[in-house]
Structure formats: C-alpha cells, structure tokens
C-alpha cells in the first residue's frame, strides 16, 4: 500500500508554482528596473538637449524637450522653466501642454493656471479659461476680493479680438458670485479696458450697491465718467469721495494723472493746481505743470516749474528736463550743459542718448556715434537701446545708408528683434526699398500677427508707395481694432480712404487722429482731404496753425507747396 499523504502530489506543483512566480517576478522587477534607468536616462537627455537648445535660443526646441523629460522626470521648477520658453516662442499649443503639466506636478501654482487660462482664452476656449479662473479666485491666499482683481488683471491681457472671450468669462464669474462687489468691480474694469464704457458704469455702480462705503468702487465710477468724457460729473464725484480724506492730496494727484491719460489736460491742469494750493511745495505736482508746459511748448513756464525743483528729491530729473527744454529751444551748448550734469538716476542713460541727438544736431555726427559705441560697451544690457537710439539720429540726420550699415550689425548682434527690424524697415522705406521693408515688417508679423505697429508701418507704406490700397485698408483697420485710441493709426486710416475715394470718411477720421494729436502730418493730410473737397480756407487755417506750432515740418511743407502753388 502506498503511504504517502493524499495532498502531497499538489504540494510539489503548488512550490513549483511559488518558485516560477518568484523567478518572473524577479525577472519582471530587474526589467522594470532596467525600464526605468532607460526612461531616467531619456529624461537626462531631453534636459540636456534642450538646455543647449535654451543656449542657442531656441526657446520652443528647449521646450518641447524638457516637456518629454517631464514626462519621466516629476519636476515643477522645470515645468515651470518649460513653461516660459514656451511663452517666449509664442507657441500656445506647447505653453498650453507645459502648463498644464505644470500644474500636475504642482496642484496649487496659480502661475500655471493663469497661462492655462490665458492661453485657453487665445484659442477660444472660454469653458478652460473660465474653469482655471474661478479656481484662481478660490485658491488666492488673500481671498475672493483679491481673486477678482487678478482675474481682472489676467483678462485685461486679452487683445481687441479676444474681448469678447474675455467679458463671457467674466459674465459667467459675475453669475456664480452674484452678490461679490468684487466681481462687480473686476467686471468694470474689464468693460473699461474694451472701451464698454456704459456696461462699466452699471457694473460700478452695483459695486458700490453691494459695498456703499468702499471708496474704491466709487474711484472706479470716476474713472469711468472721465473715460465717457463726462468730466463735472467726474469732479463732483470724486469731491464727495475724497472729502475729510487724510490722503485727499494723493488722491488729487491720482485723478489728475487719470485726467491726463484721457486727454482732459485742463481739467488736470485744475486739479494739479488745487494741490499746490493746499501744498505750495509740493513736488511732484511742480513736475507735472512742468511736464504738461513743455509738452504745449509752453518752453518759459516749463523752465521756470522744473527750476524750482533744483534743490529737492527731484533735482537730478529737473536737470534732464532742463536739458530737454534747451534742446527744444535750440539752445544746444546749454543743453549739452543740463545733461553732462545727469550722472545718476532712472534717466541718466536718458540723459547720455540726448547728449548724443544733440552731437548730431550741432552736426558732430560721428562724435555722437562714438558714444554710442561706448555705450554699448559700457552698458551691454542695454545693447538694443543704443542701437535703435544710433539708428534713428542717423536717420534724422539723412545719413541712410550709415543707418542701413547700422541695423544690419544690430540685427546679426540680436537677429530678429522686432524693434530693430522696424527700424531697418524705415531704414528701407526711405531709400525706396520697398520690397526689402515689407520683408521686415512682416517678419515681425510672422512673430506676433497681432502687432499693430508692424501692421500699421506696412498699411501706411503701401498706401504712400503703391495702389495695394485694398490690402493697405484691411492691415490698418485691423491695427485699429487693437489699438483703437491710437491717432498715428487713425492717420493712416483716414489716409488710405482718402486713396480709395471716401473723402468723407477720410475727414471724419483725421479729424479725430488731429484732435488727439495735432501733428504736422495729421494736419498736412487732413488739410489735402479739406482741399479736395472744396474747403480750401479751412485747410489753409488749419496748415497756418500747424506751420506756426512746428515751422520745420517738410512733409507739411511740401503738401502746401504742391498744392497751392
């Protein structure tokens, strides 16, 4: 008889199947740990392509490559590095990837999500935008009431064409949030950033329904009631705000600033004084008078508002603007005097580029090129400043092809800098080089399509230079929708419908870019437009006017002598 136990036979099988499963499970583990080695290496690789890539200013290559790193690596500093690359290679689909992995990594980086939502509202994702504000609001450390104005400012980022987008979200926001007088009030400012400037009215309004005592809901109504150029109605609102306020000089100054970034220079020009009446020393509103004097060339009360600064915390900024007042009078050994004296401050370098213009006007040319030079050689970090201030006193001076030269060494030093390019673009126009200047201009459209300096320099050129009217209207309406309160845009605007026959419309437009900004050129082609449409003595006046204010205008100049003579 057979006595081994019953269950025997399946104990051999069963250690057979622990050991086999021991075997794979050893074999499995050294092959993920191989696996994984592999993926760490990859990851080292990618970090090292794409710092060299960094290197070579490359910024989308370097991008890409740490993102595949990321994929490995768990690493938010470099998530974070990703991320601007990216952003500096305006590259929304991999600024959109890197953020969001970004935010895997790091739950709680509000930076992430704000390029999440920035991004998002670029491509028309406003269910995105929408979803990574609100938790925006929610997750500030300051709470709603400071979640809302970061939002206000992180939409107010949007383009012209991304308005719309940006308002829908903040309707939604103001929705969830109803009775928030923070929402109320970032919605207004929003509304007043795209020029909604009834719809911010209301939203200011209900701001102070929900929260009657908070005196920055009703500087925001002020600011919208000087924004709708209803300026009594701003003064007495700001007068009932700022009454017994301990701050009431301060905010007086504030409101004068808003006065003037809105054009009622009179009306800031009343508030600034009732400063000085209340405080007679007062500097900073001493140095505004002097701003706003010079700028209507009001030269002897300029001088005389900056002088009485010599002797305060403002010395060094009087002296530049002393300097400024000369070189505007011509004055330029006395210029050259005021600004030797500027060795330190925000505008020292200020000070050292106009020394430069006025070499070139006393027709040193190559002194002031010298410095130039030295400049660059002193201050490399402000390499680009110098050359766009070297190229265009070169070209005031009518010395072309020295500017030319000029701009193409800027452009081999830093290639592709947008300023440099429009430079080298004016650079072109004036030779004649057509060809060559809508080749820089465009490249700087190719880097941001929403450029409306590029957009406006390529629409104004073909309009003086060629019958490409058709394209010339479209470039510049569409420079105009981003930047509608620009009167060097509403100029060519108005110019370019002049060219295609609208005469009416053309003097409706420069009118208005005159009225903002009485230039010799506005004024040279809004006269042109009067005089084709029969109106010859009012061009006359309005060309009289302008030759008075800047006798040296040779555009100006010229169309008169064309088309009177």
Request: aromatic share 6%; hydrophobic share 45%; glycine share 4%.
């Amino acid at each position: 008889m057979n006595s081994t136990p019953i269950f025997r036979p399946f104990v051999r099988p069963f250690a057979l199947t622990l050991i086999a499963a021991a075997l794979t499970l050893a074999g499995a583990t050294a092959h993920a740990a191989d696996a994984s080695k592999k993926a760490e290496m990859d990851a080292q690789v990618h970090i090292m392509t794409g710092e060299m890539a960094a290197g070579r200013d490359q910024p989308a290559l370097a991008a890409s490559e740490f993102l595949k790193a990321l994929e490995t690596i768990k690493d938010p500093d470099l998530a974070n590095r990703a991320t601007s690359l990216a952003l500096s290679a305006q590259d929304a689909d991999l600024s959109l990837a890197t953020a969001k992995r970004w935010l895997e990594l790091e739950p709680n980086a509000q930076e992430a999500r704000e390029v999440i939502a920035r991004v998002s509202l670029l491509k028309g994702d406003t269910a995105e935008a929408y979803k990574q504000c609100e938790a925006i609001i929610t997750g500030v450390a300051g709470g709603e009431d400071d979640g809302f104005m970061q939002i206000a400012r992180l939409l107010s980022l949007a383009n012209e064409s991304q308005a719309d987008n940006a308002l829908k979200v903040m309707n939604q926001l103001v929705v969830k949030w109803p009775q928030s007088a923070a929402a109320h009030h970032a919605r207004s400012l929003l509304e007043l950033r795209f020029n909604r400037n009834a719809l911010a009215y209301t939203s200011a309004q209900q701001a102070i329904h929900l929260d009657p005592l908070n005196k920055e809901h009703r500087m925001l109504l002020v600011g919208v009631l000087v924004k709708q150029g209803k300026i009594a109605e701003a003064d007495e609102q700001f007068e009932q705000t700022v009454k017994d306020d301990p701050k009431i000089t301060e905010m007086r100054m504030g409101y004068a600033k808003l006065l003037l970034e809105s054009d009622q220079r009179d009306a800031a020009r009343v508030q600034i004084r009732l400063v000085l009446k209340d405080k007679p020393d007062h500097i900073d509103a001493h140095y505004a008078l002097g701003v706003m004097a010079f700028n209507d060339r009001d030269y002897d009360e300029a001088e005389q508002e900056y002088k009485r600064l010599l002797n305060t915390k403002r010395s060094i900024d009087a002296a530049y603007q002393l300097g400024r007042v000369e070189e505007a009078r011509k004055n330029y050994a006395q210029a050259l005097n005021w600004y030797e004296q500027v060795t330190k401050g925000e505008v020292a370098i200020d000070a050292v580029v106009r020394r430069a213009y006025v070499l070139a006007q006393v027709k040193q040319l190559d002194a002031a090129q010298s410095l130039m030079v030295q400049l660059r050689d002193e201050l490399p970090q402000f390499e680009q400043r110098f050359y766009l201030a070297e190229g265009d006193l070169l070209l005031s001076a009518g010395e072309n092809d020295r500017a030319l030269k000029l701009y193409n060494e800027s452009l081999t030093a830093l290639p592709d800098d947008i300023d440099l390019l429009y430079g080298r673009s004016l650079v072109y126009e004036r030779t004649g080089k057509i060809e060559q200047a809508e080749k820089d201009l465009r490249a700087m459209l190719a880097k941001d399509a929403d450029d409306s300096r590029a957009m406006n320099a390529l629409g104004y050129m073909l309009t003086v230079h060629t019958q490409r009217y058709e394209e010339a209207n479209k470039l510049i309406s569409r420079a105009l929708e981003i930047s509608p309160n620009d009167p060097a845009v509403m100029d060519s605007l108005g110019w370019v419908q002049f060219k295609l026959g609208k005469k009416d419309e053309a003097r409706a437009t420069l009118q208005k870019a005159f009225d903002k900004f009485p230039d010799p050129e506005v004024a040279a082609h809004l006269g042109e437009v009067l005089w084709s449409l029969g109106e010859k003595e009012k061009a006359r006046a309005l060309w009289d006017q302008a030759m008075q204010q800047s006798p040296d205008a040779t555009a100006l100049r010229a169309t008169i002598d064309r088309l009177t003579k």
